[in-house]
């Protein structure tokens, strides 16, 4: 069974840092690029960042550019969003996806990640 599992969220202050973990299984994880999405109340759902397969290519929203960084460890099956000087609006619920994974996408459940003071 293909799965997504993210985990890590909370509440932080502004300023803060979370890391936030997707571990997957039922599928062979290094094949696929692995991306991560939030969704705020009222907002459409958006790109955060993804990351290739095996290299280190990545791309990262210009609004969290220099503050965000995806990676993954395919030993693990995890990849992983670290979030530094975290701010309001990065309040989201963050979501980890995959493409077509045997012909479907596939989205974990969501961890939620609130920025207040």
């Known amino acids: 069974q293909v799965q997504l599992v993210e985990s890590g969220g909370g509440l932080v202050q502004p300023g803060g840092s979370l890391r936030l973990s997707c571990v997957a299984s039922?599928?062979?994880?290094?094949?696929?690029?692995i991306s991560w999405y939030r969704q705020a109340p009222e907002k459409e759902r958006e790109l955060v960042a993804s990351?290739?397969?095996?290299?280190?290519?990545?791309i990262h929203a210009d609004s969290v550019k220099g503050r965000f960084t995806i990676s993954r460890d395919n030993a693990k099956k995890t990849v992983y969003l670290q979030m530094n000087s975290l701010k309001p609006e990065d309040t989201a619920v963050y979501y980890c996806?995959?493409?077509?994974?045997?012909?479907?996408?596939?989205w974990g459940q969501g961890t939620q990640v609130t920025v207040s003071s």
């Open positions: 039922g599928f062979t994880f290094s094949a696929y690029v």
């Open positions: 996806y995959a493409p077509r994974i045997n012909g479907r996408d596939r």
């Open positions: 990351i290739t397969s095996y290299g280190p290519n990545t």
